[in-house]
């Protein structure tokens, strides 16, 4: 069965040649104009994954976004934005999204960004073997824990000390990555790798405001600093 995609993009032109693509590409798309659309269409058939311009009369796509995790909807929802500043694509994942483009865009980033989300969330095949990339192996015992974090992977819960964190299912795979490797410092590729399935080299700053959001919801006030930035290398969670 091929993969869906709901698109919802009021730029007609841009909407039917993305459209085109994704066909093309092996996908089922639902096409729409606008956000009620989009919900409407979202409520009637779930899809596998929601491709949201941020702009759009009426409701926008953080607007879709917020609704459909309301709901307690967890589909993968992909932004494409024209806004380039860091706060507003803080606001997409506020929103609860999990990945942006910034248009214009190439249509290969945004089919690379696609396999990822839905590798992340697909369940693995019938009769096939997963990698030890896609699931990691859990420690002994049902929780991870370093520099004061402490995590169930299972129940997707994570706390830094008695305060329960609510992360987006991005900020907790990193988060996840940052604790199995505490004290080493992860370079951007293996980040992206790990996290996103594919590397959007060194002019991407997806990674850098997944941490600075992540960071945003870890820091408190007197507390240590968690994650670390080693310039021109990556990232590191310890406990200074």
């Excluded at 993305?18 to 798309?29: D, H, I, K, P, S």
């Excluded at 795979?173 to 996290?195: K, M, W």
């Excluded at 991407?204 to 941490?211: G, M, T």
Aim: glycine share 8%.
């Amino acid at each position: 069965m091929p993969q869906t995609v709901l698109l919802a993009e009021d730029d007609r032109a841009i909407r039917n040649a993305l459209e085109r693509a994704l066909t093309l590409e092996g996908y089922q798309v639902m096409a729409v104009a606008d956000g009620v659309e989009a919900l409407a269409q979202a409520h009637r058939n779930r899809p596998d994954v929601l491709v949201l311009d941020v702009m759009m009369p009426g409701i926008d796509g953080l607007q879709v976004c917020r609704v459909l995790r309301a709901e307690g909807d967890r589909t993968p929802v992909l932004m494409l934005t024209a806004l380039v500043e860091t706060a507003d694509r803080i606001a997409g994942l506020d929103a609860g999204a999990d990945d942006y483009v910034v248009k214009p865009f190439d249509v290969e980033e945004v089919f690379a960004r696609l396999r990822a989300l839905l590798r992340r969330t697909s369940p693995v095949a019938a009769g096939s073997a997963p990698s030890a990339e896609e699931v990691p192996k859990p420690p002994p015992g049902r929780f991870l824990e370093a520099a004061g974090i402490r995590m169930d992977p299972q129940a997707r819960r994570a706390w830094r000390g008695g305060r329960e964190l609510e992360l987006t299912r991005t900020e907790f795979e990193l988060l996840e990555l940052l604790v199995r490797n505490a004290g080493i410092v992860l370079d951007h590729s293996t980040i992206y790798d790990r996290i996103w399935g594919y590397d959007f080299g060194p002019g991407s700053k997806n990674l850098a405001v997944y941490v600075g959001y992540l960071r945003r919801k870890l820091d408190e006030p007197g507390a240590p600093l968690l994650i670390h930035t080693v310039r021109g290398v990556g990232y590191v969670l310890r406990e200074d």
